[in-house]
């Protein structure tokens, strides 16, 4: 989006006090002059052949927040940055595709990446250098930021002309056998403490979807076990707030004891899908109750005026995890004797704490003690709470739709398929113009670029409606021809912006489904809803390719398609099921399409 045009005093300020961006807000005291992306501040760059400093984050960040309030605060780095360079803070959230673009750098120079991401750009905006975090001042073996930049800087005036350019790679996962993917994943299974690798411990929603769907079809107690077991380590160990419900980002250790304090929207999405579709393959009733524990937290927590906010802060007043930790002390003065006695039970309780001398709530057993629990959050609530994030994302809120839609139907709670309708209505009013479908909204101000992720988590989401209700067609033949209109041969787009290169969607399932993933579901189902044919999908490497392995699951022809002229109840169908109202009455699957059987027409 592209503003009026400025001089270079516009230039000699911090700008983000204009910004419509949480993230760039927490940043108008910084004395670096920070700018917001834009064409004009580009081309100011390519006059005055300044380096760019381009530092991307978003509002929960913890490390961002400490960057801020150290290099960023510090005056000399400022002031060296500010001579040196233009700075520019982006919002990863608001563009992922720059995001993504320097996050592919990163990972291209270093193997990894992570936030904040720090990258130094030429005008003509090919990156010379990237890193995360660095300190104010130097310290084990970590240079600080301002030592960096020097470097940096005296590099490009000596390479000015020599900076190679680079291009956000399009590199589709190998092509692998379907017989090899179960047998790889658990490969990477850590089976002493469930989930996968053997160090810190994201929650794996595509994985864990792949492989229930996948027991969907066989009944595997091999593939039934890891999936037990990560999803039992996700409800008892630190991942999980046992007292309010939700789950935290990750966990830093391979036990899950310790998480990284952030409440993601997105995490929540994935996990009431993950937890409800495990209860229907498995019918442990805990899954339910995780499911539901956290769909209260959403509506508790997240929903603003009909729509979910992005996500909680890790840190309450600069301290990680404040509010969610207790002291041996304050446990045992706000429960009586019995009550603390059952507590310690229940949870790992050590005078000695687990996260800096005090205690982060990780379960023993699932043993219920609601009352207690219940207690506890009171108290909770009168601490001072984490700061969130109130920006409305339209392609995550239409992730919660989807996690609503099957939750209902794993459940048997058609409310939620009702409260998800609802939900998607009013995601379509705010966002869908019939043109563009806008991206972010926040404090009264749109983003309105428009990204490929949005579309296609809209599509995918519509074409869950559609099962329950026709009238879902126009629109969804509407996001059809919207969500082709980000192809580019055979290639994916992420989005067609002006001010920056092409960048072409990623293939990574984790944390959430990838762009391409959920494209190629939503027109899948919605050819299948619509008896068009489907090719069949090659399979692709897991674990980054997991959710995209659904999708060829059902390009394969291992969903089963049901046709009947009455809606067939979700608790009738196995987990694996599209369903349409339609003159035949007939079971499509893997190539055959056969009868009915007579329990659907029992009653």
Same mark, same amino acid.
């Given at each position: 989006m592209t503003g009026k045009k400025l001089n270079e005093t516009d230039f000699r300020r911090n700008n983000l006090d204009k910004s419509s961006s949480s993230y760039l807000l927490q940043h108008t005291t910084n004395p670096v002059w920070w700018q917001e992306w834009s064409d004009d501040l580009i081309r100011y760059a390519v006059k005055t052949k300044k380096l760019l400093f381009v530092s991307v984050g978003y509002a929960t960040c913890h490390w961002c927040h400490v960057m801020a309030a150290e290099a960023f605060s510090d005056p000399g780095t400022?002031?060296? !940055?500010?001579?040196?360079f233009i700075c520019i803070k982006v919002d990863r959230e608001q563009r992922p595709d720059i995001d993504q673009f320097l996050m592919d750098f990163i990972n291209n120079q270093n193997g990894r990446g992570g936030w904040p991401l720090n990258v130094f750009m030429t005008p003509e *905006?090919?990156?010379?250098?990237? !890193?995360?975090?660095?300190?104010?001042? $130097? +310290?084990? *073996?970590?240079? $600080? !930021? *301002? $030592?960096?930049?020097? +470097?940096?800087?005296? /590099?490009?005036?000596?390479?000015?002309?020599?900076?190679? $350019?680079?291009?956000?790679?399009?590199n589709p996962p190998d092509v692998t056998n379907e017989s090899s993917l179960t047998t790889t994943l658990s490969k990477y299974y850590d089976p002493d403490n469930g989930g996968f690798g053997s160090g810190q411990k994201f929650p794996p929603h595509s994985s864990l979807l792949y492989l229930l769907y996948q027991a969907g079809l066989e009944d595997s107690p091999s593939i039934k076990f890891i999936c037990s077991k990560t999803l039992d380590a996700m409800i008892l160990r630190g991942l999980n707030d046992h007292l309010q419900g939700g789950i935290f980002r990750y966990c830093v250790d391979r036990e899950w004891t310790i998480p990284h304090f952030e409440k993601m929207l997105y995490d929540q999405a994935m996990a009431i899908w993950c937890f409800s579709l495990a209860y229907r393959v498995t019918g442990k009733e805990t899954y339910k109750n995780m499911a539901e524990k956290i769909l209260k937290c959403l509506d508790e927590c997240f929903k603003i005026e009909g729509l979910y906010i992005t996500a909680y802060d890790a840190d309450t007043e600069h301290q990680e995890g404040a509010t969610y930790l207790w002291s041996y002390e304050q446990l045992k003065n706000e429960l009586l004797p019995e009550e603390f006695e059952n507590f310690s039970n229940t949870y790992f309780i050590d005078k000695t704490g687990n996260f800096e001398g005090l205690i982060h709530l990780v379960r023993r057993n699932d043993d219920p003690l609601d009352d207690i629990e219940d207690k506890l959050l009171s108290v909770r609530r009168t601490k001072k709470q984490p700061s969130k994030d109130d920006k409305i994302l339209c392609g995550i809120n239409a992730l919660v739709v989807i996690a609503m839609l099957q939750a209902g139907r794993f459940l048997d709670r058609p409310e939620l398929e009702k409260n998800a309708a609802v939900l998607m209505n009013i995601l379509l009013n705010k966002f869908w113009d019939g043109k563009i479908l806008r991206h972010s909204y926040y404090d009264g101000v749109f983003k309105e670029l428009s990204?490929?992720?949005?579309?296609?988590?809209? !599509? %995918?989401?519509? %074409?869950? *409606? /559609?099962?329950?209700?026709?009238?879902?067609?126009?629109?969804?033949?509407e996001m059809t021809i919207y969500v082709e209109s980000f192809k580019d041969g055979v290639k994916w787009r992420e989005s067609w912006a002006e001010d920056f290169q092409t960048v072409y969607a990623s293939w990574s399932d984790h944390p959430i489904p990838s762009s391409i993933s959920l494209a190629d579901m939503g027109l899948t189902r919605a050819a299948l809803l619509t008896g068009k044919e489907v090719c069949s999908k090659e399979y692709r490497e897991p674990f980054n390719s997991d959710f995209y392995n659904i999708v060829a699951m059902m390009n394969n022809g291992l969903f089963h398609l049901f046709e009947s002229k009455d809606i067939l109840p979700w608790s009738l169908l196995p987990v694996n099921s599209i369903r349409i109202k339609g003159k035949n009455e007939t079971d499509c699957f893997m190539g055959t399409c056969s009868p009915l059987e007579k329990r659907f027409f029992n009653g």
């Open positions: 400022a002031n060296y !940055l500010n001579n040196h *905006l090919r990156p010379v250098y990237a !890193l995360t975090y660095a300190p104010v001042h $130097s +310290k084990d *073996l970590m240079p $600080s !930021l *301002l $030592s960096v930049s020097e +470097k940096v800087h005296e /590099f490009f005036e000596d390479n000015r002309d020599n900076i190679p $350019s680079f291009v956000s790679g399009w990204f490929l992720f949005d579309a296609a988590a809209v !599509l %995918t989401a519509i %074409t869950m *409606l /559609f099962e329950n209700d026709e009238s879902w067609n126009g629109v969804m033949t």
